[in-house]
């Protein structure tokens, strides 16, 4: 039923579906910068590092993505003057700092010949189906890692759990949130997975 491609290989404009994916799975931790879900879309739309993503594909529509990255290399890109022009000077430009410190940062002492899967989302309207499992099963059988992680999952993310420990993954570290962050989030602790064979 779906397609799994490396996005730069698609030939229809992907970023605004890939957008609209992010926006609405990501909600939880960009309600601070906009409530408006198109607000995030546009705003984070230019990030997309595509050569480090693979998405289901289905009748032209994106289903799902994922990124898959050495640890070192960014899957994204942060331009704050696309963020400042979408969420506003002063919000943008927050964004632009945190989020870049955030996301764009290499992991620390990150192993050798491991992937790590990022960002991984589905479009509403096909949740349910299946999607993040083929593109996380494909990542698994075609890329040219020894090992892969999941970094950062949220605990409150029960349905990804579920799927990770079905794909094989067993939470290996565990980053508590500060206090104040954990009571306006919901989210207790960061888990990060590692795929066991």
């Not at 030939?11 to 906009?34: H, P």
């Not at 022009?85 to 410190?101: D, T």
């Not at 589905?122 to 992680?149: C, M, P, W």
């Not at 420990?165 to 980053?175: A, D, S, T």
Request: glycine letters at 6%; a positive charge; hydrophobic letters at 40%.
């Amino acid at each position: 039923m779906f397609t799994i491609v490396k996005a730069d290989k698609v030939t229809m404009d992907v970023r605004t579906q890939m957008s609209e994916i992010f926006a609405e799975g990501f909600s939880q931790w960009l309600d601070y910068f906009s409530k408006d879900k198109n607000k995030i879309a546009k705003a984070f739309a230019h990030m997309f590092a595509l050569d480090q993503f693979y998405l289901a594909v289905v009748n032209d529509k994106v289903a799902g993505m994922a990124a898959c990255t050495n640890g070192k290399t960014l899957s994204i890109k942060l331009n704050k003057k696309e963020l400042r022009n979408h969420l506003g000077l002063i919000r943008g430009g927050i964004a632009g700092i945190v989020l870049k410190k955030e996301w764009e940062a290499p992991f620390e002492n990150f192993p050798p010949n491991t992937g790590s899967i990022e960002f991984v989302g589905t479009a509403a309207q096909f949740r349910g189906q299946g999607v993040a499992s083929e593109i996380i099963r494909h990542i698994l059988k075609n890329a040219t890692y020894n090992d892969y992680v999941i970094e950062e999952v949220a605990d409150t993310n029960i349905p990804a759990m579920k799927l990770y420990k079905k794909l094989g993954f067993e939470e290996y570290k565990r980053k508590t949130f500060p206090e104040k962050r954990a009571q306006k989030s919901g989210i207790n602790n960061l888990l990060s997975l590692k795929y066991v064979k």
